[in-house]
């Protein structure tokens, strides 16, 4: 039976940009330091405060919407894994990306190198990851579904047991910086532009891929049979959803259960049609990932937790109910 906003969904998409409005201002408007809430805005609208302006301005805004567009991000990534590998539990580290840019991370911090340099290194691993997965995974018949799946399998065992090689045998001083990286960490995060812009650029592509995917979805035999190109359609899925999971990464560290489960959610509510689901799993990724943050800053403040522990412990008893209404054998 069709839920009500699935035979409505723009009502839910409406609703989810109304949420997605407030949580932004909860998170520039919510901090550790500074005026209070309700003294904040005055500040900021008569320009008297030169010090609020700068603490929205210069800290709680650009962070906020890194916050926003990462979510957003890795949500669309995990939609597209899910269609790549047809696979609901596929999520965008699956075929090792956070695994190669965590071990290239890892070694320029145990380098000594800036924050400049352990963004490019990440890039440099994710990108890495990705090209060695897709090219072990060549084999007769092209590119197949289990075959990515297992060699991505691999690869993350193998630069997981790295990271671990690397987390051992480091400088005990430059540990804690480490852990928060591998367990996401948004106080890394620069300016938002690109990511904003990469997330403007991924949602109406996808939109525009939304009937081939549905296709793709339900099989490759069914897929040619109605001409879609299969081929180079799953070509490209691999290839957005890795890069789109590398800028993540190298911007904020590893953030899971985003998107493994926002992609779930979202179709429990609107059904499976791509056309809905791409932009909806973005502004539900994002409203996850900002009131994620805004609790990692301020439940213990002034010291931050890890956002990707939030994530996690918020996303597995989600998954778990996910499990019981819809197995993912169905």
Partial sequence: MPTYFARHPSIFLLLLALIACLVLVAA??????????????PHLIGGAD????????????????TAFAVGGLLALAGVAMQVLLRNPLADPYVLGVSGGASVAALAAMLAGLSAYWIQGAAFGGALSATLLVFGLSHGPGGWTPNRLLLTGVVVASGTGALVSLLLAAGDPTLL??????????LSWAGSPLGLLVLLGITVPVGIAMARPMNVLSRGDV???????PVGPLRVGLFICSSLITAATVTTVGSIGFIGLVVPHLVRLVLGSDHRRVIPASALAGGILLTVADLLARTLLAPQQLPV???????????FLVLLRRAPPST
């Fill in 28 to 41: 520039v408007t919510v901090g550790s330091a500074g005026p209070a809430a309700k003294d904040l805005w």
């Fill in 50 to 65: 030169p010090v609020a302006r700068s603490i929205v301005m210069d800290l709680r805004l650009p962070r906020a919407l």
């Fill in 176 to 185: 804690r910086g480490m852990v928060y990286w591998l367990m996401g960490d």
């Fill in 222 to 228: 069914q897929a040619q049979l109605l001409g879609v």
């Fill in 308 to 318: 990707g522990a939030l994530t996690a412990l918020v996303g597995v008893p989600l």
